[in-house]
């Protein structure tokens, strides 16, 4: 099981290390989904495929803002942790991937 921060290691900070890192564990959580669940209903509930790439470690997908909004409510994030959230994913989504997600926003999901 790739550690939840192995798909960002260009994030430094320990409160944004910490951020991330939560994020991650709750997407692991996801009773009865788990990362590999959660990606494959994105792919096949969604009316465009989200999944731009994957690695051995990370699922690098574009999706709508509704899904960054549910992940805010479920971490019980304020307005100011969510746009970080998203500007560290997008950072890493651009560094690792070497382009912008396109039409959407950037998620990144380690792999179990």
Do not use: C, N
């Not at 790739?2 to 409160?15: K, N, T, Y």
């Amino acid at each position: 099981m790739a550690e939840p921060l192995a798909a960002f290691p260009d994030v430094e900070g320990e409160d944004d290390r910490a951020l991330v890192a939560r994020h991650q564990q709750v997407v692991r959580d996801l009773e009865g989904v788990g990362v590999d669940g959660l990606v494959y209903e994105y792919r096949t509930q969604f009316h465009r495929d989200p999944l731009v790439t994957q690695t051995g470690t990370a699922y690098f997908l574009a999706v709508r803002g509704h899904v960054w909004d549910e992940f805010g409510e479920r971490m019980g994030l304020d307005d100011g942790e969510l746009a970080r959230l998203k500007e560290l994913h997008a950072e890493q989504f651009a560094a690792s991937v070497g382009e912008s997600p396109g039409q959407g926003e950037a998620l990144i999901l380690t792999k179990e």
